[in-house]
């Protein structure tokens, strides 16, 4: 079944002596951050890089009544001023509300029996506040559901049930972690994060700051996430799984034939492997966010090669190729079609700093 709902998901780490070295090295106080990310300017900033991307228009619905005062409603036209949608941004935590973040479709877009525009929402749960301030982890969140939004938003297809984010599990995240990369591009944040009292934009040295915290330890992270991405085909793989007495003994002859070293242990051992047993869809899946990232860090460079993040010609492709089309195109053929090749890895090990 396609995913009815995408929700961010970094899949954890149980290295927390990696955490408290970071927070050591990197220490990046909140209060110093918060200010230059004011809640509405970072939605600005996350509307303005659609329009200059995909030529979309958000205006404010402040006449319709939604299902809670939290909820803003915008109708969205693209560039020719044609109506795309209606999306629904419900930003704050209440005691009511599931944790996390998430898109949903409440109407999914599709032209068999009569055409249906989608209706797109954002759940986020930031601490209400005036003005509502974002941590850099935070803004994070608020673009990456927006890259699902848009997913849901740009849907251009007949069937409903192919439309949208209706797309295999470790393509899902390709729209909305490659949505990521534009909070942090220097013109973007230049325009948009702005202090809050001062006017003045984030200073480069504190946005280097952020990035050096984010990347710190990616090596390891990495080899630990994949030691259990391995584990987990080699489970599903197994041909025999009800012979097996000792999952332990398994899970270490596995990794000791993949060569892992001792000491840097993985994410999740097998007899608390929750991803795993979630529901079926996610069995032999945890290796879908690591390679969601290698399609966003390969996507995001055919923007750097063509030398701006806004480059027109990059954007229309990304648009066609990969936005609008959902699942009516094969995953990897969609892939080459906006890439012109296969997915490489490289840019992916130079965005972690492995190249
Ligand atoms: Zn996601």
Redesign the pocket.
């Known amino acids: 079944m396609p995913p009815a709902w995408?929700?961010?998901?970094r899949p954890g780490t149980g290295a927390t002596g990696r955490e408290k070295l970071r927070q050591r090295e990197f220490a990046v106080d909140d209060a110093e951050v918060k200010p230059y990310f004011p809640l509405d300017a970072m939605v600005r900033a996350a509307f303005d890089c659609a329009q200059r991307l995909f030529g979309l228009r958000f205006t404010p619905r402040e006449d319709l009544v939604l299902y809670h005062p939290d909820a803003r409603a915008y109708e969205v036209h693209d560039a020719a001023g044609r109506a795309v949608g209606l999306f629904i941004q419900d930003n704050f935590a209440r005691t009511s509300k599931r944790s996390g973040a998430w898109m949903s479709a409440l109407a999914v877009q599709g032209r068999n029996g009569g055409e249906v525009l989608p209706v797109i929402l954002n759940t986020n749960n930031f601490a209400q506040a005036t003005p509502s301030l974002l941590g850099f982890d935070d803004v994070r969140t608020l673009f990456?559901?927006f890259g699902?939004g848009l997913h849901g938003l740009l849907s251009n297809v007949t069937y409903t049930q192919l439309a949208g984010t209706s797309v295999l599990r470790d393509f899902?995240?390709l729209p909305?972690?490659l949505f990521e990369h534009w909070m942090s591009e220097p013109e973007v944040l230049r325009q948009h994060a702005r202090h809050v009292e001062t006017g003045e934009p984030i200073p480069g040295a504190l946005v280097d700051r952020l990035r050096a915290a984010e990347r710190f330890g990616e090596a390891y992270e990495t080899v630990r996430y994949c030691g259990s991405a391995i584990v987990d085909m080699a489970v599903h793989r197994h041909p025999d799984p009800a012979s097996v007495t000792d999952w332990s003994a398994f899970e270490e002859q596995v990794l000791e034939q993949r060569g892992l070293p001792h000491a840097t242990g993985i994410n999740h051992r097998l007899t608390h492997f929750q991803h795993l047993f979630s529901s079926s869809g996610y069995a032999a899946g945890y290796y879908v966010y690591l390679w969601a990232e290698v399609l966003d860090a390969d996507a995001w460079n055919a923007f750097q090669e063509a030398g701006s993040p806004f480059d027109a010609a990059v954007a229309e492709r990304l648009k066609r190729c990969i936005y609008s089309v959902g699942n009516s195109v094969e995953p990897g053929q969609a892939f080459r079609n906006f890439r012109g090749r296969d997915p490489v890895i490289e840019p992916l090990l130079r965005q972690k700093g492995l190249l």
């Not at 995408?6 to 998901?9: K, L």
């Open positions: 995408t929700r961010r998901f990456h559901e699902h899902v995240e909305s972690q």
